[in-house]
């Protein structure tokens, strides 16, 4: 166990090195930020005086030495457009982000795995038909037209949540729901496929001939085992949602993470951008060792390994 934990974190190291060079390389391939930053007026010793405060006026590779250096010790450099610490800004946009996509996984939780097991218990029945028909839906329709039409529905003409803003439960909603739609639907296929086989194994079939409840079957010993691969995906799913909140967060205002990427790249904001997806990747690396650890607690041939 300590060997596989050692070797899980000396992957999630070595893909943080990674990405801190993709990122450092696509920030600076959107450009100059000097035109966005200062005013027009500003003079040509103005823009070269920017350029030398940031370190822009040296080469790529003694800029990437200068980024990792920082970003090791937690200092991803001050705001080109605010002039405030980047990861200041990027911490206050992390709270929305977790609490939305927190929201989101337990609302799809709750739909998803409840639905996938009554579908694999009543297999071709109408819930089964609804199911599959459920999550086609959901994964098939963007998220963006989602939430454009519960704003329509829920916000305009049935006024009940407000259609953007953060602050209160009622702010939650929407995005809440847009999120849960998707990640829900995915779940529920891949619950109802893990336990149709489940289902059908041999150890089932002894506890239906030793005369145990159908449900006690599903719920003890059924949805454990085939709990293993549901656990790994809940943590991808949960990255995507942090991922897809991008999307959401710019369709209902809200501030996270991705409104703060996104103003970011289009201001050319390379320390903000810098900060906000290497702290993005962090959460998403940090859920997957999570993860391991559930796996590990569930499974106990891993923890022998």
Not at 85 to 103: C, K, M, N, W, Y
Not at 297 to 302: C, E, N, Q, T, Y
């Amino acid at each position: 166990m300590l060997l596989f934990m050692l070797k899980r974190l000396g992957q999630t190291l070595l893909t943080l090195l990674v990405l801190t060079f993709i990122i450092f390389t696509l920030a600076r391939m959107t450009g100059d930020p000097t035109p966005l930053v200062m005013p027009s007026e500003a003079t040509d010793e103005d823009r070269q005086f920017f350029r030398e405060q940031y370190g822009l006026d040296r080469n790529l590779a003694a800029q990437y030495v200068i980024f990792l250096n920082n970003a090791a010790h937690g200092d991803f450099g001050v705001s080109f457009r605010f002039r405030t610490p980047a990861f200041d800004i990027v911490r206050e946009a992390v709270g929305p982000t977790l609490s939305l996509a927190g929201s989101a996984m337990l609302l799809a939780i709750l739909i998803g795995v409840p639905l996938g097991c009554a579908a694999a218990v009543r297999r071709g029945g109408r819930l089964d038909q609804f199911t599959s028909l459920f999550a086609s839906l959901g994964q098939a329709t963007p998220t963006f037209w989602v939430g454009l039409m519960l704003i329509v529905l829920l916000a305009i003409d049935f006024p009940i949540f407000p259609s953007s803003g953060y602050g209160t439960l009622a702010h939650y909603a929407l995005p809440t729901l847009t999120l849960g739609f998707y990640a829900s639907s995915s779940i529920a296929r891949l619950t109802r496929a893990n336990m149709v086989e489940t289902l059908k194994s041999d150890f089932v079939y002894m506890e239906r001939v030793l005369g145990l409840s159908g449900w006690s079957i599903v719920l003890k010993h059924a949805l454990r085992n085939a709990s293993l691969p549901i656990v790994t995906y809940l943590g991808l799913q949960f990255g995507l949602l942090l991922g897809g909140a991008v999307v959401t967060e710019r369709v209902f205002a809200w501030p996270g993470i991705g409104q703060t990427i996104v103003d970011a790249i289009l201001y050319r904001d390379y320390p903000v951008a810098q900060a906000a997806i290497l702290t993005t990747a962090i959460l998403f690396l940090t859920v997957n060792l999570a993860v391991d650890l559930i796996v590990m607690a569930l499974d106990p041939r891993m923890r022998d390994a």
